[in-house]
């Protein structure tokens, strides 16, 4: 059980500041752990790499695939950032390759290369939820056409029927 001292002191403890108030504090403490950007929910560059590469990538890929939909824009963007981080992931395996002893470069590489293997997999998702998107599209679209061309063709032999009726 806490003493009144204990008590006293837990509660002007309590009163002072509990974390970044202000956007750009809890911008800054969203960095506190950040190491490498290769786990976790956010995007953001590293010091040495070069964010006009990234959109000279995204270009690249918006060119391809040319995203109609906001979707389409999304898992454009997501297979962006998964090439850009299993390139990141390339890049840190081979500079600590170099500068790891031995016994410490095995278990480096092994997870450099889960994460290389991860965002290549969060690529090909993207690539393939894109692809099968657009095969249904392009089925929806194939079966509204074909659907109209059989309302023509009943309203067609319709009118064929009323005609030699009226004659």
Same mark, same amino acid.
């Given at each position: 059980?806490?003493?009144? @001292?204990?008590?006293?002191?837990? $509660?002007?403890?309590?009163?002072?500041?509990?974390? @970044?108030?202000?956007? =750009?504090?809890?911008?800054?403490?969203?960095?506190?752990? !950040?190491?490498?950007?290769?786990? +976790?929910?956010?995007?953001? !560059?590293?010091?040495? =790499?070069?964010?006009?590469?990234?959109?000279?990538?995204?270009?690249?890929?918006?060119?391809?695939?040319?995203?109609?939909?906001?979707? =389409?824009?999304?898992?454009?963007?997501?297979?962006? $950032?998964?090439?850009?981080?299993?390139? $990141?992931?390339?890049?840190?395996?081979?500079?600590?390759?170099?500068?790891?002893?031995?016994?410490?470069?095995?278990?480096?590489?092994?997870?450099? #290369?889960?994460?290389?293997?991860?965002?290549?997999?969060?690529?090909?998702? @993207?690539?393939?939820?894109?692809?099968?998107?657009?095969?249904?599209?392009?089925?929806?679209?194939? +079966? !509204?056409?074909?659907?109209?061309?059989?309302?023509?063709?009943? #309203?067609?032999?319709?009118?064929?029927?009323?005609? $030699?009726?009226?004659?």
């Amino acid at each position: 059980m806490a003493s009144e @001292a204990q008590i006293r002191a837990n $509660r002007e403890n309590g009163k002072k500041g509990h974390g @970044a108030v202000t956007p =750009e504090g809890k911008q800054a403490s969203a960095l506190n752990n !950040f190491r490498h950007g290769l786990a +976790g929910g956010g995007f953001y !560059f590293l010091e040495y =790499e070069n964010p006009d590469q990234y959109d000279q990538l995204m270009d690249l890929l918006i060119k391809e695939h040319k995203p109609q939909t906001p979707t =389409e824009h999304l898992l454009v963007e997501k297979m962006g $950032r998964s090439q850009w981080l299993s390139q $990141r992931a390339i890049e840190i395996q081979t500079s600590s390759a170099a500068f790891s002893n031995i016994y410490e470069q095995a278990d480096e590489l092994n997870k450099w #290369t889960r994460y290389q293997l991860q965002h290549e997999r969060a690529f090909q998702q @993207a690539l393939n939820q894109l692809l099968k998107l657009r095969a249904e599209a392009k089925r929806e679209q194939i +079966g !509204f056409e074909s659907l109209k061309r059989a309302e023509a063709d009943k #309203t067609e032999r319709e009118q064929k029927q009323q005609t $030699r009726a009226t004659h």
